[in-house]
Structure formats: C-alpha cells, structure tokens
C-alpha cells in the first residue's frame, strides 16, 4: 500500500487550499481514510476521516465548520478541502488509512509522506 499527499503550500490567513491523497496497492483491507497534521514541536493530531462510502465522516473541532473530508473512489483518491485558513493550521498533514474512521493514531496502518501547509498571518 502506498499513499502519496499533495496540495500543501503557502496561503494567506483566511484562504484555501485542498490536500489530496491517491491510494495504490491493496487498499480494500483499509477502507477509512484519515488526515492528521503534526505542527513544529507538537504531537500528531487527529483533522477528519471518512468511511469507504462517504456516509460517515468525522472531524476535530478545530476544523469543523472549517474543512471537508471527500473521495472519489475511482480515483481512489481522498481530498481535504480547507476553508478560512488559520496560521493555527499550520502543519505537515498526512493521511493515513485503517479500518474504521477513528481519531487515533494507532487506528491507522498506513501513512503518507506528509505535505506541509503554511498560514501566513
């Protein structure tokens, strides 16, 4: 299984941007997707996940409102659009796949590279 991030990049305090993820290899055993993000000198965080049909997505509440978690399964790609960007939010953002759409870490088997956002304020 590989999973490759792309979209970070530089934007300005209350701009967008959308992160993708394109899954490949034996992807049906971990049907959920999930984005975590690790900000300078802080552990990884839990931002949002979704289930193999799209029914069921959760988010962390300093992202709710804010970010939408999305796929298209025959792209076998997961998308996360961010909205009103926050230099709070700035971080490198990985995805992740696992079982479940959970929030834990030690949910999730396999791990992206990382595309690091930066929020200018």
């Known amino acids: 299984v590989q999973l490759q991030a792309s979209g970070g990049g530089l934007v300005q305090a209350g701009g967008c941007l959308r992160l993708s993820c394109a899954a490949s290899g034996r992807t049906f055993t971990m049907p959920a997707m999930g984005w975590f993000r690790q900000a300078p000198g802080k552990e990884r965080e839990f931002v949002a996940a979704i289930n193999w049909s799209g029914s069921s997505t959760h988010y962390a509440d300093s992202v709710k409102g804010r970010f939408t978690i999305s796929r298209d399964n025959a792209k076998n790609t997961v998308y996360l659009q961010m909205n009103s960007l926050e230099s709070e939010d700035t971080a490198v953002y990985y995805c992740?796949?696992?079982?479940?759409?959970?929030?834990?870490?030690?949910?999730?088997?396999?791990w992206g590279q990382g595309t690091l956002v930066t929020v200018s304020s």
């Open positions: 992740a796949l696992a079982r479940d759409p959970r929030p834990r870490t030690r949910d999730y088997d396999y």
